[in-house]
């Protein structure tokens, strides 16, 4: 090879790496710069670097997570709503609000709650008046006046009045649904009122010292009651199994105890 072709080819080389070595050789000193920048604040300002590590060392509480529990029809149901219902119902109904009803009991009213609010979708008619619901609200009201009132109580359960009243228009919604679609249907014959009479009223009244027994005619009216709020419950009872048959119920975990 022509020596002046091949030092023009070396000088060309050397050219097109000069370009690249000095960019290498810049970054370098400046890394080497930057650590020693950093070494000397490091040094400096060792007290206010120890606090900042402490600060970033103290592990941040984490945020309280609704747990999913199940989702009927797409609608999620968490803990939080089924402590939500716990609470409610130990307002309304304490005497039946037993410790002893597991959380999967409970969980498994609130599903059917949940069925019967989104059957009450169907039913826009439906609805509680708030003629209804003060009622019960002062009911309540006086009920809790002997124990600190009705608004501490809610307080200690963590509870709003809103969400309260919000129950309370459910619960009467729900009630209005069943005597709309299962009451009509349902019928009792004088033949179940005369064995509700002679083989559970006066038997039970017999027991009790000094209690007198009323002739049938007398308690007719309320014996037809019982016997067809009996027979409305069951039917409930029925048409929610089958209404679960076609809902669908994901379940995502347990309860907690």
Partial sequence: MNTSVLCDSLRLRVFAVKPAYAAFT???????????????????????????????????????????????????????????????????????????????EELNRLIDLELMRQELTNFAAIKADESEIEPR???????????????????????????????????????KFIQFRFRPFVTVSPEEILAYYRQKLVPQLEKSSGARVPDLEEVTSQIEEILAQEKVNTAVDNWLKDIRGHSRIESFARPSA
Wanted: proline residues 4%; aromatic residues 4%.
């Fill in 26 to 104: 810049a970054k370098t000193r400046r890394r080497k710069e930057l650590l020693n920048w950093l070494r000397l604040g490091l040094v400096v300002s060792s007290p206010c670097v120890v606090l900042l590590l402490l600060c970033l060392a103290i592990p941040a509480f984490p945020e309280e997570i609704d747990r999913l529990l199940v989702a009927v029809n797409g609608r999620v149901v968490t803990e939080g709503d089924l402590r939500l219902a716990h609470n409610l119902n130990a307002i309304l109904a304490p005497a039946r609000n037993g410790a002893e009803r597991s959380g999967e």
């Fill in 137 to 175: 609200m002062q009911d309540l009201r006086n009920k809790y006046a002997e124990i600190g009132g009705l608004p501490a109580l809610l307080r200690d359960l963590g509870l709003q009045e809103s969400e309260l009243r919000s129950y309370i228009d459910l619960q009467i919604s729900i009630e």
